[in-house]
C-alpha cells in the first residue's frame, strides 16, 4: 500500500434528501459521512452480504448485466495485458442472480477469481430502486450507476462528470489526485482502455520507481480515505482517482452531472479529434493554433466578437442544442472524407 499522509477532508451531517450547494461546487474531494446511512440496502448490508445480495435481487429487471471477468492471477486490478494489445480480464453477459451467486460461491476463498460489473445504469437494470434508496439531486439531473463485485483495484483515471459515488455495501479506498499530477502518473492509451477513460499504467501495489521516477511526485500530492456502508465521496470533474474494494461483495452507487448540458458533447472527442488534426502539424503552425485555442477556447472575450452582428456569428454565439446538432452534422460529414 502507497504511503500517503494527506486523508481526505471530511463533511459530517450532510443528508441524502439535502446535499448544501457548497458540497456540490467544491473544487476538491470531500467525504460525505453517513450520507447514505438510511438507505435499505445499507441497512441489509450491516447484517449481511447475504441479506444485501437478496435486496439487490429484488430489484431485478432480469436483463443481463456486462461483467468483467479475470481469473485469480490478476487478484482483482482490472488492467491490460502485458503488452498493452488487450487487457487481463474477459467481457461475460451475466444475469444478475448468476453474477451475486459466484459471488457467493467464492466469498471465503483467498484467492477467488475477479468479477466485476462496472457502471450499470440503476434505472434500467433495477428499477425501483431509486424510490428507496436515493439522493435528492433533481437540479444535477444526474445518472445513477451500479457497481457490484468481489475485491478489485481499479487504476487511477478521471472523469468529466462531477461524481457522488455511495459506498453501499463492502468498503473502498479510494486514492485521488488534482488534475495537475497527469505528468507524474503515467497515463497510457486514450483511444483503447479498459473502461472507456484513459488510466495510470502505475501498479499502486508495488510501484516501479525505476519506470514511472515521477510517480514519487503524485504521491505526495495525494489524497486517501476508506469508505464504509453509508459514507460517500464527492469527486470533482477531472480528479484523478484509484478505486479498490475491499471485501468478498462490494456495492457502489454514483451519481454522475455535469456543469454543462449533454448535447455540447464530451472534452475527450474534442482531445482526439485535436490529436487527429493538429498534433502533428509543423511546430510554428501548431502555434498559431494554440493561439486560436486560447483566442476561441479557452480565454474567449466579448470583445473578440463584438464587431460580427450577433446574428452572423453562427458558432461563436452561446451553443443551444438546435446549434450542437448542426455542428455535429458537420463535423460527422467532414471526419468521413
Known sequence: MLEINATVKSI????????????????????????????????????????AANYLLSFDSGKPLTAMVGDAAIKGHLFYN??????????????????????????????????YVGST???????GFR??????LAEQNPIASVWIGNRSRISAHYDFPTNIACCAVGRRRFTLFPP?????????????????????????????????????????????VELEPGDAILIPSMWWHHVEA??????LVNYWWRDTPHYLGGPLNVLQHGILGLRDLPPEQREV????????????????IAHIPEQARGVLNEIDEAT??????????????
Not at 443528508?15 to 448544501?20: E, G, M, Q, V, Y
Not at 424510490?131 to 435528492?136: E, F, I
Not at 450542437?324 to 472524407?337: C, P
Open 12 to 51: 459530517d451531517g450532510c443528508k441524502a434528501d439535502s446535499i448544501p450547494d457548497e458540497v456540490l461546487h467544491s473544487s476538491e474531494p470531500l467525504v460525505l459521512r453517513d450520507l447514505i446511512a438510511q438507505w435499505p440496502l445499507v441497512a441489509a448490508a450491516k447484517n449481511s452480504a447475504a441479506e
Open 82 to 115: 502485458d503488452n498493452l494489445s488487450g487487457f487481463n480480464f474477459d467481457y461475460q453477459r451475466l444475469h444478475l442472480a448468476e453474477v451475486l451467486e459466484q459471488l457467493a460461491t467464492h466469498r471465503d476463498s483467498s484467492s477467488p477469481p475477479t468479477l
Open 121 to 127: 445504469n440503476v434505472d434500467n437494470w433495477l428499477p
Open 131 to 136: 424510490q428507496h434508496n436515493d439522493l435528492n
Open 180 to 224: 495537475d499530477q497527469l505528468d507524474n502518473l503515467y497515463v497510457g492509451p486514450i483511444d483503447v482502455t479498459p473502461a472507456g477513460q484513459p488510466i495510470s499504467l502505475v501498479d499502486f501495489n508495488n510501484p516501479d520507481y525505476q519506470r514511472f521516477p515521477k510517480f514519487r511526485q503524485a504521491v505526495k500530492a495525494a489524497q486517501v
Open 246 to 251: 475491499l471485501e468478498p461483495l462490494n456495492v
Open 289 to 304: 493554433w494554440k493561439q486560436l485555442f486560447d483566442y476561441y477556447v479557452f480565454n474567449p472575450d466579448p470583445e473578440h
Open 324 to 337: 450542437a446538432k448542426k455542428i455535429r452534422s458537420m463535423l460527422a460529414q467532414k471526419l468521413s472524407h
